[in-house]
């Protein structure tokens, strides 16, 4: 219990101490220029009140990877822990608030366009395709997975088919049509829900006569029953706990909500702090399955004995604990989450193509031009086996934090701002996806040794690094010359 409140203590006090540091690195001002009033077209740029802005945020980026995520990942010992904790905090809020306010700067730009202007034409086309794919597999994923989780509390008329379609056309809708509308009406909504079923756990963990085993007393080794080699912390618990501690899918996100924003000093409480949010969100998550179980070797046998599925355990935990009204409610809170990811990264799919098309989204037809093939995409997507496309959608999230972190802190550089900030996340997350890739015993890895794979992200992140030192170097000498 004591290892929980000094987690939960300090993603707190992060928020309010280091959030504030990276604040002033960035310099966030009353007086930019906020394109939700210089481009307002009452379509995606538009003026909202920032509790709004914070839900839809909060909702964007938490889908099912702060619950699904911090279950799978917390099998791997207490490192998760301090995984969730420290990467909440130097990672993925760092990464969340310098990605938005960078949009805010670029006249809201999307994500392709931010990483494509700090690191090149090239990598902005890359980007562009990249962050495209990506957001369409989440589309896919999260129309899949509360279909299942609906399915299953409702009369068998009502399956899986009929549940498809209707998030599926929710979807269209929620792409199509002006931002303030359905999204920024039901959000709060969710938000309620998705609350409620956070704040009852934690209720439910620190005066239900739980004692947590979160087994620090023992160390940080490898509590993941299967197969070990397979499954070694450094990189897959990295690649498991991804929206509770940074995700490269919430920098595609982070642009949408700029364009909303009406002052710059309102990003770290909404970006940031969001991130935080998720995190402490985590965390709950994380304590509950092994307090629920009775310890890291129980929760794997339930997971080896439900067919590693988290759903299971997430409804049995809500049922258990918050009685059948509770019960329903939290997994209401748990539906909403991946639905509210869900159609807001095709929102977001559909702004990046405009974006790369220069075309005007004013109108229905234009949107629908752009929009229409995105959700044949999704459509054609929801055919591939669950299984295949959360892999895929796993190292390819990790994979565009990289991107976001290493175009952000080249802005720094460039802007002779503390690029430290993101420099050190940037080169520790390169490893992580490259060691994954590298070791990955599935379709999307290449099964190599984990020694290699783990040398090799190493390598790989050093050079990254020296030429980024080298761009730094350059920088500088322009610097003087002009002086």
């Known amino acids: 219990m004591t290892s929980f409140l000094i987690s939960l203590a300090i993603l707190i006090g992060g928020y309010f101490i280091y959030g504030l540091f990276v604040d002033k690195v960035i310099g966030t001002s009353r007086t930019t220029p906020m394109p939700a009033l210089t481009q307002r077209d009452d379509i995606d740029f538009i003026p909202m009140a920032p509790w709004r802005i914070f839900l839809i945020q909060f909702l964007n980026i938490a889908g099912l990877g702060p619950i699904f995520g ?19 905090i130097f990672g993925g809020a760092v990464h969340d608030f310098l990605s938005a306010v960078i949009s805010i700067r670029s006249k809201g730009a999307s994500l392709p366009e931010i990483v494509g202007n700090e690191l090149g034409n090239a990598i902005k086309q890359v980007m562009r395709g990249f962050s495209v794919i990506l ?51 039901l959000y709060p909504v969710f938000g309620f829900a998705l609350l409620f079923m956070a704040l009852g756990i934690l209720v439910i963990l620190l005066f239900g006569g739980h004692v947590i085993p979160d087994g620090f007393a023992d160390g940080l080794s490898n509590r993941y029953a299967t197969d070990q080699s397979s499954h070694p912390i450094f990189p897959m618990m990295f690649v498991s706990i991804a929206c509770g501690a940074i995700s490269g899918f919430h920098a595609t996100q982070s642009p949408m909500m700029a364009r909303c924003l009406t002052n710059e000093k309102l990003a770290r409480p909404i970006f940031y702090g969001a991130m935080v949010a998720e995190g402490i969100v985590a965390l ?39 009685g059948t009204a509770g019960g329903i409610l939290a997994l209401l809170g748990v539906i ?19 974006d790369f098309l220069h075309v005007p989204q004013t109108t229905m037809i234009k949107r629908l031009a752009v929009s229409v093939p995105i959700f044949i995409a999704v459509f054609l997507l929801m055919m591939i086996d669950f299984n295949i496309l959360w892999r895929y959608f796993a190292w390819s999230n990790q994979t565009l934090a990289v991107f976001t972190l290493w175009a952000v802190t080249v802005y720094l550089a460039r802007n002779h701002k503390a690029y430290i900030v993101t420099l050190g996340p940037a080169m520790f997350m390169t490893a992580v996806s490259v060691s994954y890739l590298l070791f990955a015993r599935t379709p999307e890895g290449f099964g190599l040794d984990i020694s290699i794979a783990c040398g090799a992200g190493i390598i790989v992140a050093t050079v990254f690094a020296l030429i980024f030192f080298d ?13």
């Open 70 to 88: 911090a279950i799978m990942g917390i099998m791997f010992g207490p490192a998760a822990f301090l995984w969730i904790v420290l990467g909440t």
């Open 135 to 185: 957001l369409i597999l989440v589309g896919a994923v999260f129309v899949l997975t509360p279909a299942d989780l609906l399915s299953g509390m409702t009369p068998e008329w009502f399956d899986r088919s009929f549940w498809i379609l209707i998030i599926f056309g929710y979807y269209i809708l929620a792409t199509l049509l002006p931002i303030d509308k359905l999204i920024g009406n």
């Open 284 to 322: 709950i998550w994380a304590a509950a399955a092994i307090t629920f179980t009775g310890g890291y070797e129980e929760l794997n046998q339930y997971m080896a004995a439900h067919g590693n599925s988290a759903g299971a355990l997430v409804k049995e935990i809500s049922f258990t604990w918050l």
């Open 336 to 354: 909403a989450a991946p639905i509210s990811t869900g159609d807001t990264a095709l929102r977001s799919a559909r702004l990046i193509v405009s």
């Open 471 to 483: 761009y730094t170097r350059r920088i500088a000498k322009t610097t003087a010359l002009q002086n």
